[in-house]
């Protein structure tokens, strides 16, 4: 059963009021409470990503525009860590730029912006993602299109004391696909990466400043996986869900143990499944929703299962 506290006035708050469309919302907390958002605004011809945050027991600060004045934006990633700064990235053009920030009263104090990727090169950078480490260093991770190549590949950054490291990382530098991409922070100041390359679902952990072999998730299975989700727990382990099209459309599960970086043989939930979602507890509980589509429905229902 779920219980909901009552009405309170920081139960529900107004972050912005904007004159048009709100869209790409992006948000996240941390265990002292602090919270940011940050998400794209339409009102305008040219798409702008706006910024706010709220420290415990405060209100929300005064919104930010984030992106070079009437450049494009859009694809914001946000996290917080343990001392409540903040990073933000985006996509402006074909670059992934980012941010950190503070909050000092009511006004965002925000650094300049750099590229998560120093390099000279030019290439195209999409689908940002973030994590905050225990150490407060935050991890970035983008596809990333060299010139004339035909397929993403998986990169990563890391960013601590002296900013951006110079050199970013490949996590996947097969020449296949690479897309759906998630990052989770996880013990001793780790991260784990899970993503989709080449029809299957692959992770990696990055240790000791290494992101190391990627393993595969989907092992044997037949088709093309979609609709990928993942989550992490307390011991630095992940699960991802998945949709493996085949036959029929199949929720799928597996395990990435980043100790041993191994991945258990994927189970099967349900068939003619879609939009999965996991979340895990610290100790390793996980809850499963997606929706069924049964042949017969005109609306698919919403299913749930726990494993504990």
């Known amino acids: 059963m779920l219980v909901f506290p009552a009405a309170n006035p920081l139960g ?76 933000i990235a985006w996509r402006e053009g074909s670059t992934i730029l980012a941010r950190t920030v503070t909050l000092t009263g009511v006004a965002p104090d925000l650094s300049a912006t750099q590229r998560v990727d120093a390099q000279s090169t ?100 037949f088709g093309t996986a979609d609709q990928l989700d993942s989550a992490v727990d307390g011991q630095g382990h992940a699960v991802a869900v998945w949709i493996q099209r085949g036959a029929t459309d199949a929720l799928y599960y597996s395990r990435f143990d980043a100790a041993m970086t191994a991945a258990s043989t994927p189970v099967a939930l349900d068939s003619a499944a879609s939009a999965p979602s996991i979340a895990l507890n610290e100790r390793g509980d996980a809850a499963v929703a997606w929706l069924r589509n049964p042949s017969a429905q005109a609306q698919p229902n919403v299913m749930v299962r726990v494993a504990r």
Request: charged content about 10%; proline content about 5%.
């Open 122 to 221: 030019p290439a195209d950078q999409r689908q940002p993602r973030l994590a905050a480490l225990s150490n407060g260093t935050f991890v970035a991770l983008w596809e990333e299109r060299a010139p004339g190549a035909a397929n993403y590949v998986l990169r990563a950054n890391s960013f601590g004391a002296v900013g951006w490291s110079a050199q970013p990382a490949n996590v996947d530098s097969n020449n296949e696909q690479a897309d759906q991409a998630q990052v989770h922070a996880v013990l001793n100041d780790s991260a784990i990466a899970v993503w989709r390359r080449g029809g299957g679902v692959w992770a990696s952990r990055l240790w000791l400043g290494n992101w190391a072999t990627p393993v595969a998730l989907t092992g044997t299975l």
């Open 12 to 87: 529900m708050d107004n972050v912005f009021g904007a004159g048009g469309s709100l869209s790409q919302i992006a948000f996240a907390g941390n265990q002292a409470g602090a919270l940011a958002t940050a998400w794209v605004e339409n009102s305008a011809a040219t798409p702008r990503v706006m910024f706010s945050m709220r420290l415990p027991f405060t209100g929300w600060s005064n919104t930010q525009e984030l992106q070079t004045p009437g450049v494009a934006a859009d694809q914001a990633a946000v996290a917080v860590d343990a001392s409540n700064r903040v990073m």
